[in-house]
């Protein structure tokens, strides 16, 4: 296995790492608070008290579904810059639409680590497919390969004859974009006779990667690892060789809370991805992903030392219609708050009698009437309509961070 990593910093001790980190807490809060966003967003809030991760975990969670009416009413990025629009290299635009800085200085989006783990090196020539016009998903990519010193072509999705062309031309060893366009470009590449046999190495993001497809990838000569990004932060999580996981950069820290929450939950555990980022221009605080991971036990064997998560699994927002009214996770969480002793609890939504109709699983270890009466109350207190509650044992309940299940058949 490689055993050559991208600096110091991805082999530190992880207490060395916690500390250090949360040393810079307090000036990145208190920067990001002369933005009126985030003075609204923090209001109350005293930066230089934030010195630990779990100071950190007592401040508001700021949900990324909220960024595009934020931005709307206070444009162009709701506040929450704090370099000003006009002093910035790029702006851009993702799906919502949420609007999105790109500051200056090398490797703004923290990708060259990524790239450097999936074997990206300098003078490496690099196809990246990933998407330029107006998003940041190829300006991403491509300040990463250009820190570690590659030259890029800036292909962009599509046009596979062209790109065809320019491979066999060019001859980049190395491919950015989803996984699913590698599998397009190599399928065409063959049907048309066309040599692609340069490609050697892919970092993916923006799509599944199945088994199935990276193995044959792999028996098509190309090994391919893949990393978790979002326009907010640049590049979040990645794969190395070791494909355990994938390993927490260095430029943010991760929590893993209850959906609907603020509250992290226990190694293991499934949850919704919060991100915190030291970015100077545009910094982001207890950022709620809505995408559902879990932490990892230990280190990962390719000796980098930061916190592993599962990689994507899933959506965090259940919110669900019932009886014409919403239920959000949140509000499921809260009357599991309110009853100590109970553990997961999970709320089931169904059709009875032409109905809908909703149950409450709780995981308790003494359960009682009294208690599901209790919880049952508080479940109509919360989200103003009624429900069964069903009290089983600790550890019967899918560890998988669905708060809602809505089992209603559709159509």
Known sequence: MQNDHFDSLETRPATTREREQSARLP????????????????AGVDAHSVTSRAALAKLPILRKSELAALQKANPPFGGFNVTAAGGVKRL?????PIFEPEGEGR????????LHAAGFRAGDIVLNTF????TPGGFIMESGAQAIGCAVIPAGPGNTEQQLEAIGHLKPSCYLGTPDYLKILLDAAAKAGKDASSIKRGLVSGAALPASLRNELAGRGVAVLQCYAMAEFGVIAYES????????NEHV????????????????????VVVTSFNRDYPMIRLATGDLSAVMAGTSPCGRTNMRIKGWMGRADQTTKV??????????AEVARRHPSLGRVRLTVTRAGEQDAMTLSAECAAPAPELAEAVGATLHAVTKLRGAVKLVAPGSLPNDGKVIADERPIG
Not at 108 to 114: I, P
Not at 131 to 134: C, I, M, N, S
Not at 241 to 248: D, K, P, Q, V
Not at 323 to 332: D, R, W
Request: no cysteine; proline share 7%; net charge negative.
């Open 241 to 248: 060789e070791a494909r355990e996981g994938m390993i927490i």
């Open 253 to 272: 820290m991760v929590e893993i809370v209850r959906p609907g929450t603020g509250d992290p939950v226990a190694d293991g555990e499934v949850g919704e």
């Open 27 to 42: 000036e990145a809060i208190a920067r990001a608070m002369t933005a009126p966003g985030w003075s609204k967003q923090l």
């Open 323 to 332: 009886k014409g009214m919403f239920v959000h996770p949140g509000e499921i």
């Open 131 to 134: 998407a330029y016009h107006l």
């Open 107 to 114: 490797d703004w989006w923290g990708a060259a680590r990524a």
């Open 92 to 96: 851009l635009l993702s799906p919502g």
